[in-house]
Nanobody, 123 residues
Framework: VQLQAYGGGLVQTGGSLRLSCAASGRTFRTYVMAWFRQAPGKEREFVAAITWSGINTYYADSVKGRFTIFRDNAKSTVYLQMNSLKPEDTAVYYC?????????????????WGQGTQVTVSS
């Protein structure tokens, strides 16, 4: 599976962005998909994940109520809608894919990663 993330940019506090992650390969629908982010000098941290069916979603406490993850298996794409953005959301955002839904908030468990897209929120 190859992943390509895009959609990042510069936005003001309170603004919105939608990130997309396009996957190659016909097995996309069998993977749990997730978004992580990494700010300078910090470890990569979990943001959100969605199971293969799209029924179950998981969020970091810091983004609950502001971010929404969803997927379109027909398009092999997972999205992250980010609303009410804050300066502390500034980071490079990565999409990841993993077969198992166990430990989905640990980046070491992921099999594939996209290249990352920069999100900058100005105050």
């Amino acid at each position: 599976v190859q992943l390509q993330a895009y959609g990042g940019g510069l936005v003001q506090t309170g603004g919105s962005l939608r990130l997309s992650c396009a996957a190659s390969g016909r097995t996309f629908r069998t993977y749990v998909m997730a978004w992580f982010r990494q700010a300078p000098g910090k470890e990569r941290e979990f943001v959100a994940a969605i199971t293969w069916s799209g029924i179950n979603t998981y969020y970091a406490d810091s983004v609950k109520g502001r971010f929404t993850i969803f997927r379109d298996n027909a398009k092999s794409t997972v999205y992250l809608q980010m609303n009410s953005l804050k300066p502390e959301d500034t980071a490079v955002y990565y999409c990841g894919a993993v077969k198992s839904d166990s430990g989905i908030n640990y980046y070491n468990n992921y099999d594939y990663w996209g290249q990352g897209t920069q999100v900058t929120v100005s105050s």
